[in-house]
């Protein structure tokens, strides 16, 4: 199994966020959680990242468990997260809020050619390298945010509403962007309150409710299925 979140229970203090989740992402997908705010999404990716670490059950990459590690181990192992918010850091430049992505890649070489990689992607933080990143727009700064995870060479890359804020536009060109990462071999798991474009870029998804998985299908069904519609499109 390559990543699989088994049974999963996790709480803050003696408030339990998620009641035992059983999520799987194989090899080269794009997986979509969906679900209203305070659904649990986040503190689910929280987990895979080791920033949080379950009550009970565990998550796993390749039948090693994720959960006994420290986040910048689990870093190491090439999952790495684009936060919500984005979180770039705003009194540093563009190039060196990129390379802070690369902390635990120690081949210089290797962090130049992720970096071409990025810039090819990306266009715009090439031509925004020594600009501070608190004066990007806000689109500017989620491609900083995806392109500073994009750094770690992740096998897994962990999205945290990418759409959040931006120009629809932008959105689409986003989502693009995560198609052409997806398809270079990185698998992709993506928190999205914008289910209709989550759903056209996913292979499978998920719909979660108050720390519960309450639906799981290929994502052309959960895009078909009338309770989805009426609930999220």
Not at 174 to 186: A, K, L
């Amino acid at each position: 199994m390559f990543l699989e979140l088994r049974n999963l229970h996790v709480k803050y203090g003696n408030v339990e966020a998620l009641h035992g989740i059983d999520i799987r992402v194989d090899e080269g997908e794009i997986v979509t959680i969906l679900g209203a705010n305070g659904a649990g999404k986040t503190t689910t990716l929280m987990s895979i990242s080791g920033l949080v670490k379950p009550s009970e059950g565990g998550v796993f990459f390749r039948d090693e468990p994720l959960h006994k590690l420290h986040s910048h181990e689990v870093v190491a192992r090439g999952i790495t997260q684009s936060p919500e918010g984005r979180r770039v850091f705003g009194t540093l430049s563009v190039l060196e809020n990129l390379y802070l992505g690369a902390f635990t890649c120690r081949d210089k070489a290797r962090v130049e050619r992720t970096l071409g990689w990025i810039f090819e992607l990306f266009p715009r933080l090439e031509e925004r390298r020594g600009q501070l990143a608190g004066t990007l727009s806000g689109g500017e700064q989620q491609m900083l945010a995806i392109g500073r995870a994009l750094m770690g060479d992740p096998k897994v890359l962990l999205l945290d509403e990418p759409s959040l804020g931006l120009a629809p536009i932008l959105v689409k060109s986003i989502f693009d962007t995560v198609r052409t990462i997806n398809q270079s071999g990185v698998t992709v798991v993506l928190v999205e309150q914008n289910a209709r474009a989550a759903l056209k870029l996913a292979t499978r998804g998920y719909v979660m409710e108050v720390g519960r998985v309450v639906m799981e299908d290929s994502a052309a069904l959960l895009l078909a299925n009338p309770e989805v519609q009426a609930a999220y499109l």
